[in-house]
């Protein structure tokens, strides 16, 4: 072909290895594509623009259960976009028990707090918000 064309593709994955390896799962899935026909031109890590602001995080996955392949949204607030993949990952193994391999990422972006869907995130949404110490232990003096 005389014009190339170029996949880019947000992946999240431990080091650059488990990167590549996914870009091309998923690239095979994409179009008629093999590794042999291709080459990766960059895999860089994407930094957080403000990480030390706590965000709201919409989740869109796909994961295969034992029972066949759900499609989810899931929120989660976070201080950085790897962070809230990471909340993702450990959270839909505890309440999935689903393996990283059968989890796949489609969409992650920043929500507005007016926009959260979710209790569990919208509920640290309150201005007055207040955590009780229900046991303070006295530390002796002397």
């Not at 392949?69 to 993702?88: F, K, L």
């Amino acid at each position: 072909e005389p014009v190339t064309p170029l996949y880019r593709m947000r992946i999240f994955a431990t080091d650059p290895v488990v990167a590549k390896s996914r870009f091309w799962y998923f690239l095979r899935q994409l179009r008629k594509f093999k590794k042999t026909t291709g080459e990766i031109v960059s895999c860089e890590e994407v930094k957080e623009k403000y990480p030390l602001k706590v965000k709201n995080f919409g989740i869109w996955l796909r994961y295969n259960s034992r029972s066949g392949t759900h499609n989810m949204y899931r929120e989660y607030r976070d201080m950085t976009v790897n962070g809230a993949i990471t909340q993702c990952y450990r959270d839909m193994g505890a309440r999935h028990r689903a393996r990283a391999h059968s989890i796949q990422i489609i969409r992650c972006e920043t929500v507005e707090a007016s926009k959260c869907r979710r209790p569990l995130v919208t509920q640290m949404h309150d201005s007055k918000i207040k955590f009780p110490l229900p046991c303070r232990v006295q530390k002796p003096t002397g």
